[in-house]
């Protein structure tokens, strides 16, 4: 494997060719071919080895600003064109983010956002790109739609390359490790980082890459972070530093390097001396079961217990299967919350009631609990289509529940396995039936693997359930399960099964299924798959662990104090304590009534806002500043809160029900990124305050007009440029020479505390959550 060099920034070196500030970077293909192809040159004369085409906003949904939504295909052709023109070098067709967040953190549906990409896709690859590259995805699940539309379109290596911000994740919470694990197994050719950070940040980020995948890893840093000098946006990393840098990255795994924002040809031409002689660091990777959710991995091995919690299934649970049929999601988030809280590390999801639309409900099962918990999910049907329905909309890597050796289960459900990157629960089933032994179920186990790995499945994607039967029906069964257990252990993959069909129509069960548990332990038992409510089975569990060495020095058993038993339901709350949980929780459902029950108990609306809304949201904003919880989890509850206070509207009619005040906020002119501040937006108007919108790519005077029409407490500008920032200073100006009296709070991408301050605003947010906070603070000022 050689090292190999991508090109730096395209926008600003496009700026200085003539680009001006609000237009579309892409018609440059058409209008001036000739600028473009220079940039390339003078990459490629700096030592670039790969060239990213000119494309990286030629998508239909950002094109669509400019009202050329219709030439996608003109325009990425007319780019892969004018780089293969510019020298003999590889070419690498790019690829950008929508600007939208998946449903349902956003209103862009996963399949709408996968024909996008796919578009985009099909142009480059028809016109001759020799890699696709897709870049600065904040999300993953945009990023797994966009991998999927781009393996779909063709065969070429597919580069896929996330932004971290300074806390190591991303902007919804996703860690390195975790990246890796969802792409590589989706089929990434490459997995990487660009964007947002410089290079002394992301040599960690480049580590944990390298550690977790077998693909090989990509890095682009910025040139540092931007700052304003004389109305000029600049970096500032020199190019000799930047170069330097290249040799720990180099170290820490990347084989595929280069630049972005802020970097220039000299910075590619000291990045590309100093690694020019290097040889790629070695790496030891072996490859083991990790499923993910959004923000967490599980690793399921040898060294711990991973419970996967059985609640969310209707079979034998009434209530729970009237819910599911009357379309009622309560009960299903209720248990994921509570077998979280409980101590499962996955959970199984199962939405077989029957008269219902089961990939419907899979599907909105599978987004809502994904939004509340940070467990990986198993998707437990026997519905092919169901199966895609949780897969597609699960933003992880998920454990499909399960594939048995029936002809039908392996052509249909090992593709999708394939597909989605999915892990496998095998079954040892046949279509003949429940093999008695357990060198039976083995040779079962081992057809099913073959078939798995036909269809490019491998080690790491596997976990073996043992078949319990019931010792009152079958004297041996208990015997065959440990027997299996055993030869499963020979073919070193991780193993699971269900618990309590080994009782079934005996006396004292817990007892026996107990008992039992503690044998399968013993005998190799991983993941088993229980009641994480059930006392005296999580007890087992503790113990064993200690006694295995599954828990050094017993320090999880120690703590056996904290009771296992399922938490209290919100109901036997007092009622503030209550709505405070359902806000934390996003609780959706249940907030409206527990509003009127504080109503009904003569809570007034003050104290409902305070104690109980703005209470939550500030623990909420707690957590999110400590990295407990993330940005779904926050926008959830956010929108829980606005379910509330729209309640208390409905109410108090006659009365003001929140203190807030008027934001008017937009996205300042020739900046045509708009996510962050949609953000901001949504929180700061589940919080409470007025909300004016007045989008993105938005001019001085219109800001100016609007805040004084409004008489806004506060004026949110957003600006994602480096190339914008300038425009920060001017609405500022604009608005002070107006006689505006608003506040003025800053954010976004390029911006900083120190340029904020520089500019006069009142001021800067990191982020959406602290924006909230800080506009509170400025209504007391």
């Known amino acids: 494997m050689t090292i190999e060099i991508f090109d730096g920034a395209m926008g600003t070196m496009l700026q200085a060719g003539g680009l001006k500030a609000g237009a579309c970077p892409e018609l440059m293909n058409i209008?001036?071919?000739?600028?473009?192809?220079?940039?390339?040159?003078?990459?490629?004369?700096?030592g670039a080895t790969i060239v990213e085409t000119n494309t990286f906003g030629a998508s239909r949904i950002k094109l669509a600003h400019y009202g050329i939504a219709d030439r996608v295909r003109e325009l990425n052709f007319a780019a892969v064109k004018i780089a293969k023109s510019a020298g003999n070098v590889k070419v690498a067709g790019s690829i950008g983010p929508t600007g939208k967040f998946i449903a349902p953190l956003g209103d862009l549906e996963f399949d709408a956002a996968y024909d996008i990409f796919r578009e985009q896709s099909e142009a480059l690859a028809e016109a001759g790109a020799d890699f696709l590259i897709i870049e600065t995805c904040i999300d993953i699940q945009e990023m797994r739609a966009a991998l999927l539309a781009a393996r779909d379109a063709c065969n070429l290596p597919v580069i896929c390359q996330l932004s971290y911000s300074e806390d190591g994740r991303t902007v919804t919470g996703t860690d390195p490790q975790t990246a890796a694990v969802i792409l590589e197994a989706m089929g990434a050719s490459i997995v990487g980082v660009n964007c947002s950070l410089g290079p002394e940040q992301l040599v960690p980020v480049v580590k944990i890459l390298s550690a977790n995948c077998r693909v090989p890893v990509s890095v682009q840093p910025n040139a540092g972070m931007p700052y304003l000098e004389g109305g000029v946006t600049k970096f500032p990393m020199d190019a000799e530093t930047f170069g330097a840098w290249g040799k720990a990255l180099v170290e820490a795994g990347a084989t595929y390097l280069g630049g972005c924002c802020g970097t220039t040809p000299e910075h590619i031409r000291e990045l590309s001396d100093t690694v020019k002689n290097l040889q790629p660091a070695p790496r030891t990777f072996t490859r083991q079961l990790m499923l993910a959710s959004r923000s967490k991995t599980v690793v399921v091995d040898k060294n711990s217990t991973t419970l996967i919690g059985e609640r969310i299934n209707p079979t034998g649970r009434k209530k729970l299967a009237a819910q599911i049929r009357e379309g009622s999601l309560l009960g299903v988030k209720r248990d994921a919350l509570n077998q979280v809280k409980a101590g499962a590390a996955v959970l199984d999801v199962n939405m077989g009631v029957g008269g219902i639309n089961q990939p419907l409900m899979m599907a909105r099962a599978v987004r809502e609990v994904a939004q509340i918990v940070d467990a990986p999910l198993a998707i437990d049907t026997g519905d092919d289509q169901a199966l895609e329905a949780g897969l597609k909309n699960f933003p992880g890597r998920a454990l499909i529940n399960s594939v048995s050796a029936e002809p039908e289960r392996l052509e249909k459900f090992l593709p999708l396995a394939k597909r989605y990157g999915a892990a496998i629960l095998i079954l040892p089933l046949t279509e003949h039936g429940v093999p008695k032994t357990a060198d039976e179920r083995v040779d079962v186990a081992k057809k099913i693997l073959d078939a798995a790995r036909a269809h490019g499945l491998d080690d790491g994607d596997f976990l073996l359930d043992a078949l319990v039967m019931t010792i009152s029906a079958d004297a041996t069964a208990c015997l065959e399960v440990l027997r299996t257990?055993?030869?499963?252990?020979?073919?070193?993959?991780?193993?699971?099964?269900?618990?309590?069909?080994?009782?079934?129509?005996?006396?004292?069960?817990?007892?026996?299924?107990?008992?039992?548990?503690?044998?399968?332990?013993?005998?190799?038992?991983?993941?088993?798959?229980?009641?994480?409510?059930?006392?005296?089975?999580?007890?087992?569990l503790k113990s064993a662990d200690a006694?295995?060495?599954?828990?050094?020095?017993?320090?999880?058993?120690?703590?056996?104090?904290?009771?296992?038993a399922e938490p209290p339901k919100k109901i036997s709350l007092p009622t503030i304590d209550a709505i405070k949980l359902a806000i934390r929780d996003g609780d959706k459902d249940e907030v409206p009534a527990l509003i009127r029950r504080a109503v009904d108990e003569n809570f007034s609306a003050d104290d409902i806002t305070e104690r109980a809304l703005t209470a939550a949201m500030n623990e909420m904003g707690d957590d999110f500043g400590a990295g407990k919880i993330f940005l779904p989890q926050v926008l959830l509850s956010a929108e829980t809160m606005r379910l509330a206070f729209d309640e208390l509207k409905k109410n108090f009619p006659a009365q003001k029900t929140s203190t807030q005040g008027t934001f008017v906020i937009a996205t300042v002119k020739g900046d045509v990124h708009d996510l962050g501040k949609n953000i901001v937006g949504a929180l700061i108007s589940n919080s409470g305050f007025k909300l004016i919108d007045l989008g993105k790519d938005v001019d001085s005077a219109e800001i100016v007009r609007a805040a004084i029409e409004h008489d806004a407490d506060i004026v949110g500008l957003c600006a994602l440029m480096t190339t914008t920032m300038v425009q920060i200073d001017r609405v500022i100006a604009d608005l002070r020479a107006a006689g505006c009296r608003s506040k003025v709070m800053v954010g976004g991408a390029a911006l900083t505390r120190e340029y904020a301050d520089s500019a006069g605003a009142d001021a800067y947010a990191r982020d959406g959550v602290e924006a909230v906070r800080l506009a509170k603070d400025l209504l007391t000022k």
Request: charged share 15%; with cysteine; aromatic share 8%.
């Open 31 to 46: 209008d001036a071919p000739d600028v473009v192809r220079r940039i390339h040159r003078a990459y490629i004369d700096a």
């Open 485 to 540: 257990l055993n030869l499963y252990r020979e073919l070193n993959l991780p193993t699971t099964m269900g618990l309590s069909n080994i009782s079934f129509g005996l006396p004292n069960r817990p007892l026996i299924n107990s008992t039992f548990f503690a044998m399968c332990l013993a005998n190799g038992l991983d993941a088993p798959i229980m009641n994480p409510y059930d006392e005296a089975m999580m007890n087992v």
């Open 547 to 564: 006694l295995l060495a599954r828990d050094p020095n017993g320090l999880n058993f120690s703590r056996l104090a904290v009771v296992n």
